[in-house]
């Protein structure tokens, strides 16, 4: 109880929450006032404001750490500086949303920092709002952008086993930020290409795609899905439907989600449609 002392150097990870800037927690808000150093992961999900209004929100400099700095520079930039400072590391959700953050916590407590993690929700809990039940949810999947040489596939099999236990699937979609064209990267330019998201159409074609191929079963076109977008926020937008219907459908602004259902509990069907319209029709679950 009563005020805690403050502390003089440490480590942070404080979850940022689905929303805005308000989406953090009291003890989370405090943590970034009390910090000489604050940094905002930036390549694993984005937040609905910009960076330059979380600086107004805390009145501090907001440092934008991407892949390079946290997978690469993490001693320079995050751990060196919290052996003789507080630094907080800022992450969109929940800070253990990404194996990366709990690299970094290991490597923290290795060095002797002191580290303190600060939770939040994150799209793994958030999911329930279409009415599916958090614990029928199997193995969660990221789905990646394909290339021209690069097609993986490699998680059908994970859907394919949700499928065969009757579980759904949660599928985390791919962003690909401060990413480098092959030709720049070749020439050492450090010239990147614009922000990219993958809609909930692109990874319904994939999945299709990967199906047709591989044809083993794990889904059909008619299998049900949910497509979730901009979770968390005032537009939050969340529809089910076909995943053919899908394949076609505009969720408008990123992030979107996408699960894959396994088998429907009677009420599940019952929640599903009473909160999620339907893509084709209904429109229950928009919020205007």
């Not at 934008?64 to 507080?86: F, G, H, M, T």
């Not at 259902?261 to 449609?273: A, N, P, Q, S, V």
């Amino acid at each position: 109880g009563g005020e805690r002392e403050r502390e003089l150097k440490m480590l942070y990870l404080i979850g940022l929450g689905l929303g805005d800037h308000k989406d953090i927690t009291v003890r989370g808000l405090e943590a970034v006032k009390s910090a000489d150093r604050v940094l905002l992961e930036h390549y694993t999900s984005i937040l609905g404001v910009d960076h330059e209004q979380l600086e107004e929100f805390y009145g501090k400099k907001v440092i934008l750490a991407d892949r390079d700095i946290v997978e690469s520079q993490a001693d320079a930039e995050i751990l060196d500086p919290a052996k003789n400072e507080v630094v907080a590391f800022l992450v969109v959700g929940d800070p253990f949303g990404a194996t990366t953050h709990s690299d970094l916590v290991v490597r923290a407590r290795d060095r002797g920092i002191k580290v303190e993690v600060i939770h939040n929700a994150s799209i793994m809990n958030a999911i329930g709002c279409c009415g599916l039940q958090l614990y029928r949810f199997g193995e969660t999947i990221s789905q990646v952008f394909w290339t021209d040489e690069w097609r993986p596939d490699s998680y059908y099999d994970k859907i394919k086993s949700n499928r065969q236990a009757e579980l759904h699937t949660l599928c985390l979609l791919d962003i690909k930020v401060k990413e480098q064209s092959v030709e720049n990267l070749l020439r050492g330019r450090k010239i990147f290409e614009p922000p990219r998201y993958m809609t909930i159409a692109q990874a319904c074609q994939q999945l299709l795609e990967i199906e047709e191929n591989r044809k083993e079963g794990a889904y059909t076109p008619e299998t049900i899905c949910v497509g979730l977008a901009r979770i968390g926020q005032p537009t939050q937008q969340v529809q089910y439907g076909t995943m053919a219907e899908l394949a076609e459908a505009d969720f408008g602004a990123p992030l979107h989600s996408l699960v894959i259902t396994g088998k429907m509990h009677f009420l599940e069907e019952d929640f599903l449609h009473g909160l999620c319209g339907s893509v084709t029709g209904s429109s229950a679950g928009k919020k205007d």
